[in-house]
């Protein structure tokens, strides 16, 4: 059973939106810590936001107030609605899960499943 899918991400102008999205399997999405790190390139990755089995979010200063976790509760997804894109925010987003409920970790390393990553491109 695949754990992990992601989409979305794409290419915008500054200011513009995006909406990545993330399908999990149900006992990770009820249960489990799920979020979205990014790679620049020639930089580490980061953990960007993250939703906690109990419903708690966590996210980056650079991004808190522009990026905002929502779900859909009939498809296990979740989604990162980033709004008022900066050319920093360009990067590879990874989605990552994990079936335990707190989201100890700020790397994504330490997940147990971890998407393929996906391009988000921001443009001056």
């Known amino acids: 059973q695949v754990q992990l899918v992601e989409s979305g991400g794409g290419s915008v102008q500054a200011g513009e939106s995006l909406r990545l999205s993330c399908v999990v399997s149900e006992y990770i999405y009820k249960r489990g810590c799920m979020g979205w790190f990014r790679q620049a390139p020639g930089k580490e990755r980061e953990e960007v936001a993250v939703?906690?089995?109990?419903?708690?979010?966590r996210y980056a200063d650079s991004v808190r107030g522009r990026l905002t976790i929502s779900q859909d509760n009939a498809k296990n997804t979740r989604f990162l609605q980033m709004n008022s894109l900066k050319p920093e925010d360009a990067a590879m987003y990874y989605c990552?899960?994990?079936?335990?409920?707190?989201?100890?970790?700020?790397?994504?390393?330490?997940?147990?499943?971890r998407g393929q990553g996906t391009q988000v491109t921001v443009s001056s």
């Open positions: 939703i906690d089995g109990y419903g708690r979010t």
């Open positions: 990552a899960a994990d079936s335990g409920s707190d989201c100890y970790s700020t790397h994504s390393v330490d997940f147990q499943y």
